[in-house]
């Protein structure tokens, strides 16, 4: 799934100051400066100047046992939000999320997200490709560990190289970025089936070519505001068969999931997936 964020659009969420400096100047470079703060650091990363679709980056820098979110942080957490709207000759940034790992949370359930190091690639539309371009990006964050602290970070960057240095990290990111797929497809990991049992239980067979390889499988609504749970493995499935099921809970009130279109990511040992579905 990607997140496209267009440039009007401001986020509404008020979080503490992280960055030790609100921005810094565009430049030539590469990569901005490292915002620095309380068990994190972010900074954004820029890609060759290539035509009017450019590949940039958002990359955090975690210390040791602290994570943040993915777009849906499961059980508890605070998705990242971004604001783009202070660019310059850039019409629209889509953020495109590597595959989360799982994570207990520390009361009883588990979030998803990122520990270490993450790169979220940036696709970015420029309005007039002969012009100077300069993203300048405002990031709401969240990091945990016991207890989690709101963070913000303000950069900026200019796209000047035609042969950036960051090219192959962000290159390397992009892979990590689930594929699209369609259910049955003959792909090394894939989903073989998704039924209804009663009404409010949803069972997904996941077929992979390495059974010894850990997998999982999240789940997602048609709007931010469903909240399905993480899907579980069962213990009995098939020959060769991995088997998971999730409630239906977590939906808006008066909400019918009866043809919802729901989103669904596979990952396992290298391979990740995304499915679109619509519940039958």
């Not at 997140?3 to 400096?21: I, N, R």
């Not at 990122?114 to 300069?134: E, F, G, Q, S, W």
């Not at 049955?184 to 894939?190: A, I, Q, R």
Request: proline content about 9%.
């Amino acid at each position: 799934m990607i997140t496209k964020v267009p440039l009007h659009a401001v986020p509404g969420v008020a979080v503490a100051l992280l960055a030790c400096a609100l921005s810094t100047a565009a430049t030539a470079e590469d990569a901005s400066p490292w915002q620095q703060g309380s068990h994190a650091a972010v900074r954004l990363l820029a890609g060759s100047r290539s035509g009017a679709v450019l590949l940039g980056g958002v990359a955090f820098q975690l210390e040791p046992g602290w994570k943040t979110y993915w777009r849906t942080p499961g059980d508890s957490g605070v998705p990242p939000r971004f604001d783009f709207s202070r660019s310059d000759n850039i019409d629209a940034v889509t953020v495109l999320w590597p595959a989360p790992s799982q994570f207990p949370d520390g009361a009883g359930g588990h979030s998803l997200g990122y520990k270490n190091h993450v790169v979220l690639p940036l696709r970015i539309a420029a309005t007039n490709a002969d012009k100077p371009i300069t993203l300048r990006a405002t990031v709401n964050f969240a990091v945990c560990d016991k207890l989690c602290i709101p963070a913000e970070a303000s950069m900026e960057l200019g796209f000047a190289s035609v042969a950036s240095a960051e090219d192959s990290a962000l290159a390397a990111a992009l892979d990590t970025v689930p594929k699209p797929a369609r259910i049955g497809d003959p792909n090394p990991l894939t989903i073989r089936d998704v039924k209804r049992e009663g009404p409010s239980t949803v069972t997904v067979d996941v077929a992979s070519a390495s059974p010894k390889d850990d997998v999982s499988l999240f789940v997602e609504g048609p709007t931010p505001d469903w909240a399905l749970p993480i899907p579980t493995q069962l213990n009995h499935a098939p020959h060769g068969v991995k088997r998971f099921a999730f409630k239906l809970d977590g939906l808006p009130a008066n909400t019918s999931p009866e043809g919802a279109a729901l989103k669904l990511t596979l990952v396992g040992g290298k391979q990740a997936y995304e499915f679109n579905i619509n519940l039958q």
